[in-house]
């Protein structure tokens, strides 16, 4: 059973370009969580996405961040018009229920770099 | 708002000695809280959790207290060993949604 898988691992973008970023869950899993995490800082959550809703995305940016979870295929984060202030690791994570009925599995992250 | 303090930042201690990191939580509603480490450029893993109807919880040298009253609760690893150095994060689930909120860390180091 293939854990979370994010891709790409490494991301470089000149300021202004757009990053997806894309997270398949583990087989099963149909709740998706995003965080942020910033060089030797916490975990900050972004959104938490179930297939074809967004639950929660209190924790979103309001402008150039959106996140989407299709009845097919990955789960998708985007960021347009990027700057250097999202330079960051971003974690995917899923589980089968909601994060508080059984344990959230991460994926290895994806990290951006804007130029 | 749902908000997760964790002390201390950096934590250092020698090899074979006890560990010690705390957390406190705001939101009253929150029933789940696991402890997650991370070691350099990896993902985050489980290593222990523990639920509202439960006040401590042990696994082997890893234990974790909750105080629903106070809402705190800690992670204790005895013994220490050099591979347990790493970045440790506790959360809290919201009661609202369930998602996890994250204290900031603690960087742990256990010199030999």
């Known amino acids: 059973n293939a854990g979370v898988m994010q891709n790409p691992r490494h991301l470089v973008r000149r300021r202004g370009q757009e990053a997806r970023l894309r997270c398949s869950p583990m087989?099963?899993?149909?709740?998706v969580y995003w965080y942020r995490q910033l060089p030797e800082e916490g975990l900050k959550f972004m959104v938490y996405l179930q297939k074809e809703n967004i639950i929660d995305e209190s924790g979103m940016p309001k402008e150039r961040f959106s996140a989407e979870f299709p009845k097919e295929g990955p789960s998708i984060l985007r960021i347009q018009q990027v700057v250097r202030g999202d330079s960051a690791a971003y974690f995917c994570a899923s589980s089968q229920g909601s994060a508080n009925t059984g344990e959230l599995f991460f994926g290895e992250g994806s990290r951006l770099t804007v130029l | 708002g749902e908000n997760v303090e964790q002390h201390p930042s950096t934590l250092s201690v020698q090899e074979g000695d006890s560990a010690v990191i705390k957390c406190t939580y705001s939101?009253?509603?929150?029933?789940?809280f696991p402890w997650y480490k991370q070691e350099l450029g990896k993902r985050p893993q489980l290593i222990i959790d523990i639920r509202s109807n439960v006040g401590e919880k042990k696994d082997q040298r890893i234990a974790v207290t909750l105080n629903k009253t106070a809402k705190h609760f800690s992670l204790h690893i005895t013994e220490t060993q050099p591979e347990d150095s790493a970045v440790y994060f506790c959360?809290?689930?919201?009661?609202?949604?369930?998602?996890?909120?994250f204290g900031q860390g603690t960087t742990l180091q256990v010199k030999p």
């Open positions: 939101d009253s509603a929150s029933n789940y």
């Open positions: 087989k099963g899993h149909s709740h």
């Open positions: 959360a809290a689930s919201s009661g609202n949604t369930g998602k996890l909120i």
